[in-house]
């Protein structure tokens, strides 16, 4: 069963039509709007939005606001329009403010969920609402439950998926010079010395996970998982082959 339909009630639009509530009467009772917005601005640059000293992670780490060309490869899609969307995780979240606390929860370790009136939250949701219309409908997001063995890829083309989607935050490969934090395993090193007790083949079908899953589906960890969206398996197939987890 999927991680977080078993643990998360879906149909909360409550929560957002209360987060724009709030978010409206305090506009409207002298709190500017672009200092709520700028406040957003900073916390969803920050680590600040959860409590916890082990979060490495900001909102900006997996989103990027506006959708880049050539597309980023941050595992969360562009959040423009966010606030005029009706479904969130590929629709397995229906409210903004739960989407953004699973988040917090899941990869930023702060299991104490915002409420709707939270300082915090009218002020990340002005921010957000500053970029409306932006692209409002829900982001495809589908994730491949099935880790099947992929074919060997082209390295070049792996290097250049590494640089994109995993470099920010296990930093250069082979020796993670910029990564995160320490505890952010180097590639593929650490990962392959954490599972030195499978095969290769096995190995390869880790890797395979961790990037298709995260913790997502409770794998382990605090990574967040790659959609079929944003890596296809021939992307999965060359970053392997780049970090040469080639199963054999």
Not at 28 to 54: I, N, V, Y
Not at 82 to 103: H, K, M, P, Y
Not at 189 to 197: F, G, V
Request: hydrophobic fraction near 35%; aromatic fraction near 6%; proline fraction near 6%.
């Amino acid at each position: 069963m999927n991680r977080r339909n078993a643990t998360r009630p879906v149909g909360r639009l409550r929560e957002t039509a209360c987060l724009l509530l709030c978010y409206l009467v305090g506009a409207c009772s002298g709190t500017p709007e672009q200092s709520a917005a700028d406040r957003g601005h900073r916390l969803f640059e920050s680590r600040t939005l959860s409590q916890s000293r082990l979060n490495h992670y900001t909102c900006a780490t997996c989103h990027d606001i506006a959708a880049s060309t050539p597309p980023s490869k941050k595992t969360g899609a562009a959040l423009a329009g966010v606030t005029l969307r009706s479904s969130f995780w590929g629709g397995q979240e229906a409210d903004l403010l739960g989407s953004i606390n699973a988040c917090r929860d899941d990869f930023m370790g702060d299991n104490q969920p915002l409420s709707a009136s939270n300082e915090d939250a009218r002020s990340l949701y002005a921010y957000l609402a500053s970029f409306e219309p932006g692209e409002p409908n829900p982001r495809p997001f589908t994730i491949v439950t099935s880790i099947d063995p992929l074919a060997r890829g082209t390295e070049g083309h792996g290097r250049a998926v590494f640089v994109q989607a995993c470099m920010a935050c296990h930093g250069v490969m082979h020796n993670g010079t910029g990564r995160l934090d320490e505890t952010v395993p180097i590639l593929p090193e650490d990962t392959i010395a954490a599972h030195a007790q499978y095969s290769a083949r096995v190995q390869r079908l880790v890797f395979t996970e961790k990037i298709r899953h995260g913790l997502f589906l409770g794998y382990g960890g605090v990574m967040p998982p790659f959609s079929l969206e944003l890596l296809s398996d021939e992307d999965v197939s060359d970053l392997l082959e780049a970090m040469g987890v080639t199963g054999e």
